[in-house]
T-cell receptor, first 113, second 111 residues
């Protein structure tokens, strides 16, 4: 069965520092993977997606993620954090039947000045 | 206008009351979903629907029911609300097995 593990429920960085949010997945079929962001009091917004094309995926707001099959990982990165990046981030994988998303438990990113 | 709307945005209700959360979409997507979000648990799937005549239970459907009134409308009901149903509820839509688009959420408190 598909599953997602996000390492670290809270990540704190300084403004301008590298952002790295970790996601490992388990899947019995080639996965479709997603990163979503949730700003306070808002719904989830798609940041980027991997659907078996290029392994390095670029998303909105300067974020990108690299699919590494050998490591079963899909970590999210941004070279330079901005205060506006403070939010909760969710990694997700499509379930085996292709019916719904399975979410990780989320990582809260804090950015300090 | 938002593509996926949810009403109400906030609701406080008492134990034992029946409550309905509504979701509408203008994206023309065939699939609609209801999730609940609890702190530290991420989002969990309650029900999903691939079209008006296709309703399926998700991971945590006990205590909930749904109705797909039209392609664009998908309602979630709590027949007899209980305090542990206090959560943030999200509706989402998709076209096929691809990315889902989420509504703004409904914050439900059961006292």
């Amino acid at each position: 069965a598909q599953s997602v593990t996000q390492l670290g429920s809270h990540v704190s960085v300084s403004e301008g520092a590298l952002v790295l949010l970790r996601c490992n997945y388990s899947s019995s079929v080639p996965p479709y993977l997603f990163w979503y962001v949730q700003y306070p009091n808002q719904g989830l917004q798609l940041l980027l997606k991997y659907t078996s094309a290029a392994t390095l995926v670029k998303g909105i707001n300067g974020f990108e993620a690299e699919f590494k099959k050998s490591e079963t990982s899909f970590h999210l990165t941004k070279p330079s954090a901005h205060m506006s990046d403070a939010a909760e981030y969710f990694c997700a994988v499509i379930d085996q039947a292709g019916t719904a998303l399975i979410f990780g438990k989320g990582t809260t990113l804090s950015v300090s000045s | 206008d938002a593509d996926v709307t949810q009403t109400p945005r906030n609701r406080i209700t008492k134990t034992g009351k029946r409550i309905m959360l509504e979701c509408s979409q203008t994206k023309g997507h065939d699939r609609m979903y209801w999730y609940r979000q609890d702190p530290g648990l991420g989002l969990r799937l309650i029900y999903y629907s691939f079209d008006v005549k296709d309703i399926n239970k998700g991971e945590i459907s006990d205590g909930y029911s749904v109705s797909r009134q039209a392609q664009a409308k998908f309602s979630l009901s709590l027949e007899s609300a209980i305090p542990n149903q206090t959560a943030l509820y999200f509706c989402a839509t998709s076209q096929g097995s691809y990315e889902q688009y989420f509504g703004p959420g409904t914050r439900l408190t059961v006292t």
